[in-house]
């Protein structure tokens, strides 16, 4: 049991040289740029403070796995332990999802699936034995949760047929621009090592720890805007953008009218 706690441990390693910047850290740059995920948790909360006084638990609990994704992938990076491994993909894997859980709408249930209980036992006993699995072959977690977020992207491209918002659809084009470059530099890092060396610049895998947690501020506000949409019918959901609509690059955020929905 002590060895899978052990240094340079896990089934993964990555581009940056080990123990290069630290006697203590294995991956330095990997580790310290989850910074970016205790970021975005509070900043998620503080800009969608209406959303939050309407629902505050699913809403708490992703604050919460987010800064759960920050804290193990610290302990991963730094130590390159299995057990790091493990709980790093996990926590990604159970973000995931309370995602689905609280808000996919009702009209994306598979169909023997009755009510939104019916659906979270499913996707609890679904995650559960996923879980399970991932102690078999970890390296294979990573390719599963991505496969995930393919699905994700495809739901909000569904949605987006059928919505006419240009604010709606300059978000989802955000995030995917943000998500692109995040996958790309998690692809370089992995599979293009040797050229990363050749360059001596071994750190792809520390932008992708910035660059996808960027495209959560992007994709949170998007998936909760669908989900009133579709499930919070006295309300009419609306992006905005902070500190100003007209910025390029501006964060979105969730305001709740009671007026008449444009999508």
């Known amino acids: ?81 299995y057990v790091g491994q493990l709980l790093d993909e996990l926590s990604i894997l159970w973000t995931l999802a309370i995602t689905y859980t609280f808000w996919l709408p009702k009209n994306r249930f598979p169909k023997f699936i009755k009510n939104r209980t019916q659906f979270r ?21 990573a390719y599963l949760l991505n496969s995930f977020a393919f699905h994700l992207l495809y739901m909000i491209w569904s949605f987006l047929r059928k919505c006419k918002d240009g604010r709606v659809h300059r978000l989802a084009a955000a995030m995917v621009v943000w998500w692109a470059l995040a996958i790309g530099c998690w692809i370089t890092d992995k599979w293009f090592c040797g050229f990363c060396q050749r360059i001596n610049f071994c750190y792809f895998h520390s932008f992708w720890h910035i660059l996808i947690a960027i495209s959560l ?30 910025w390029v690059v501006a964060l979105p955020y969730l305001v709740l009218r009671k007026t008449h929905k444009q999508c």
Not at 25 to 33: D, G, K, L, P, V
Not at 71 to 78: A, D, E, L
Not at 121 to 141: E, Q, R
């Open 217 to 246: 501020l992007y994709c949170c506000p998007l998936i909760i805007y669908f989900y009133v949409l579709y499930e919070m019918p006295s309300f009419q959901p609306q992006i905005q953008y902070w500190p100003c609509d007209s």
């Open 1 to 81: 049991m002590p060895c899978i706690f052990s240094y340079l441990s896990a089934e993964v390693d990555w581009c940056e040289g080990n123990f290069e910047h630290s006697r203590s850290i294995a991956e330095y740059y990997n580790t310290i740029s989850n910074v970016s995920f205790f970021i975005i948790s509070p900043v998620l909360l503080y800009l969608n403070n209406q959303y939050v006084q309407e629902h505050r638990k699913p809403v708490y609990y992703l604050s919460g796995m987010l800064l759960s994704i920050g804290i193990f992938s610290v302990y991963f990076h730094m130590t390159l332990s």
């Open 121 to 141: 036992w499913l996707v609890t006993i679904t995650t559960a034995i996923i879980t399970l699995l991932s102690f078999i072959k970890p390296s294979v977690n």
